[in-house]
T-cell receptor, first 110, second 112 residues
């Protein structure tokens, strides 16, 4: 059973557009929700993270929106750039277990 | 550079064989996690150690085992290898058990 469900599997966005990736979870014990960015041949790297006591967190062009009642959270990339083309993973943490979504491959077209 | 070192980067072996993947965490990080990433798949949590002790187990097969040594480096042992074990194996480390994970660049295992 997948603990964190992520969609879409792939996404194509024009340069300057908004990229939106969604995740849903079931376990209400999760208390830390990070997003990781992975470029080909590299390991994932933390992009931005949120805890359930806030509904939104913004860092530069990246924003996490968190809906605790719906058990959903999403990543918004504003003014998407070709350099943002990568695979994005959402994750949820419970104690010392991190559960990752299946990933979204983002392609930002110039 | 995350500061997490994994060796080897690439490994090709045959079915039925045994391999050992090694991970050196970032300096000061006590927690080590192992993940498996199959082709175009997400990251499957295998196992976690904290300061030498096993703390959490995910979907790790009985053919797989791991340990964390006193110097905090960790090894993942994969035995009786099958074709389906071909994957990228990532190690990650963190200072605390629910903090930011820093990933290595992975060890790509190919089982022929």
């Amino acid at each position: 059973q997948q603990q964190v469900k992520q969609s879409p599997q792939s996404l194509i966005v024009q340069k300057g557009g908004i990229s939106i990736i969604n995740c849903a979870y079931e376990n209400t014990a999760f208390d830390y929700f990070p997003w990781y960015q992975q470029f080909p041949g590299k390991g994932p790297a933390l992009l931005i993270a949120i805890r359930p006591d806030v509904s939104e967190k913004k860092e530069g062009r990246f924003t996490i929106s968190f809906n605790k009642s719906a058990k959903q959270f999403s990543l918004h990339i504003m003014d998407s750039q070709p350099g943002d083309s990568a695979t994005y993973f959402c994750a949820a943490n419970n104690f010392n277990k991190f559960y990752f979504g299946s990933g979204t491959k983002l392609n930002v077209k110039p | 550079d995350s500061g997490v070192t994994q060796t080897p980067k690439h490994l090709i072996t045959a079915t039925g064989q045994r391999v050992t993947l090694r991970c050196s965490p970032r300096s000061g990080d006590l927690s080590v996690y192992w993940y498996q990433q199959s082709l175009d798949q997400g990251l499957q949590f295998l196992i976690q150690y904290y300061n030498g002790e096993e703390r959490a187990k995910g979907n790790i097969l009985e053919r797989f085992s791991a340990q964390q040594f006193p110097d905090l480096h960790s090894e993942l042992n994969l035995s009786s290898l099958e074709l389906g074990d071909s994957a990228l194996y990532f190690c990650a480390s963190s200072v605390v058990e629910d903090g930011e994970l820093f990933f290595g660049e992975g060890s790509r295992l190919t089982v022929l």
